[in-house]
DNA sequence: GACAAATATACAAACGTTTGCACAATTTCC
DNA sequence: GGAAATTGTGCAAACGTTTGTATATTTGTC
């Protein structure tokens, strides 16, 4: 492996030089930054990034923590941050907490050690609040995305839940729907809170009664919104706003199992525009969140090093599932 | 942020019994290995892995290289990975290449400055052959997965292409289609030569016509499926086999534009067995390639430091799309 | 009790880079 | 033409850890 010693040798000048040479200091003459950089590219030179964080005390790399990265949301949020944090010359290392609690320590610890210049967060499901954070981070600036804690300093990204949540609500009542539930997920989530707030500002807008027993808590994969449905069903529902694509299919799989008609006889919306809720039959009406363009935000947000809420409008993708006035 | 030099003035002992203690060097006293961890802990200290990666030549970190993290596919090999790397102690550095020869390169030569202790790697699907792989890597052992170039020393886990073609093309003659295309993929990489093999072995066997004019090379994504499609239904197709599952939902788009019922007139099976497949109508046929158990195994034989070949068999998922029978 | 073997710790160098400071050489300015 | 400013390079320390070798201490054996 040659080294900028070896470079300085074949030279006959210090590694001194070669370091500032081939950082790009102004104050090496042209002429030995030219000489250097034909030297390390003759020799194959390649910058040891590890003494070299080891020096400065902190690395090029951002650490992207999220829960997992088989979702449409997370994954297009990574591509797009990694779109911005390249070509600002950052490499990203990422980490699923499979919505582990304690994976996310795990994670969190491991990117400190790591010297991580940033991170990129999304807290799991079940983290039951940022006091971890910090005291893992110490000084390491931390952007949250999505699932934010907002008691932890820092920049903040997320979507406007309150508006998507509203806007899919309102949707429903206006096809018609008489009692609509919701799919809420963990209400210990802001994200999750906040949808929940925005469900009920619509029907209240609308003048329809707010039914607590219809609020169904905690229902955020297939089977746990699948379970949810059916009691939603028993309790005379004829819609449903749910917090997450995936409940949102087992609903669909209840009401499959129950003879219900979608959306003739029952209206429903998700949330997070996955891939499959165009696919399926019937297709899925969903919140579209861009997760492309909240990664960039994040990534800029770290990059400039603020320390602001960026809200990113959501928008309502109408498919059959609600969509009742066209058949 | 307290060192291990901090801990050793603390108790009065020098950095290296320090460090022995720590490693779980059986060479330092019980009593001493105690006091230090007690300190340690007390103290709040965090081990410095960069340090610890410059003396040492090499980190804890496997690097993972994919084209896309989202696809189905790819991050259950992550997942399946990392649930070993994890329990060996190794933390994962996930870089997605987006297809591109370039980023591949540029994510290799990543991890080698990063000093990576092995990479696991798909390489793109443009990537010519794989003579840039030792050349930037240097030492470091490379596990190949899925697409994997056979002239690349290291282990090699990738799934039974040829059965598992062989298989679905069978399965597409039993259920009594008569003139039977492919949409091949890149046949430059591996695994797509290897399942048109197995698509063609399979007409073979049952005494078919081997017809070149509907294979149709490069249909890969939903857009060149489509078109594929297409050409395949002007050139008398009543079926198709197709390498990849986003091609193969373009070719449903392209028989439901034509109204070509599927599978009544017209069948087809995928691979991959993504998420969607399931949810679909019709539903799609599909090969599943046990994406998790790929990456174990890839992990496994990293962490062994093999290098021979482990092949995954593939399972066909029968679902509405080829299922004329049941019609 | 002398000597060897085993045990436990200390010393110091090394990993490859960055960077503050010093210094020499050159240029600029009055 | 001399002082001051500018420019380019060298020196050496530092980042925090690991580890080969040396040294000190304890234990074991006859």
Chains 1, 2 share one sequence.
Request: net charge negative; hydrophobic share 40%; aromatic share 8%.
């Amino acid at each position: 492996m040659v080294t900028i010693t070896d470079i300085a040798n074949a030279l006959g000048i210090t590694p001194s030089t070669v370091s500032r040479a081939l950082a790009g200091n102004p104050r090496v003459k042209e002429e030995t930054r030219s000489a250097v950089l034909e030297a390390a590219n003759r020799m194959g030179y390649q910058r040891n990034v590890v003494a070299a964080n080891l020096r400065r005390g902190r690395s090029d790399i951002v650490g992207i923590v999220v829960p997992r990265i088989n979702r449409e949301f997370f994954s297009n949020v990574i591509s797009g941050a990694e779109s911005i944090l390249d070509e600002a010359g950052y490499s990203t290392l990422i980490c699923q907490t499979q919505e582990s609690f304690d994976s996310e320590v795990k994670a969190l610890r491991n990117l400190r050690n790591n010297q991580v210049a940033g991170v990129l967060m999304s807290h799991a499901i079940n983290s039951p609040d940022g006091s971890h954070i910090l005291p893992t981070l110490g000084d390491i600036p931390v952007v949250q995305f999505d699932r934010v804690f907002n008691d932890i300093p820092g920049a903040k990204v997320f979507g406007a839940n309150f508006d998507g949540a509203y806007k899919a609500t309102r949707h429903l009542i206006e096809a018609g729907y008489k009692r609509i539930g919701t799919l809420a997920g963990y209400l210990g989530t802001e994200v999750y809170a906040e949808r929940l707030r925005g469900y009920r500002k619509a029907l209240e807008d609308c003048g329809m009664l707010l039914d607590d027993s219809i609020v169904f808590p905690n229902a955020i994969v297939w089977q746990t919104g699948h379970d949810a449905t059916l009691s939603a069903i028993a309790a005379g529902c004829d819609a449903l706003y749910s917090a997450g694509d995936f409940s949102a299919l087992g609903a669909v799989a209840a009401l499959q199992e129950k003879g219900i008609s979608v959306p003739r006889d029952f209206g429903i919306v998700g949330t997070a525009n996955e891939f499959f809720t165009a696919l399926m039959t019937p297709s899925l009406s969903s919140l579209e969140q861009h997760p492309y363009e909240m990664g960039r935000e994040a990534a800029k947000a770290f990059l400039q090093s603020r320390s602001d809420v960026t809200v990113i409008p959501m928008d309502l993708h109408i498919r059959q599932s609600s969509n009742r006035n066209a058949i």
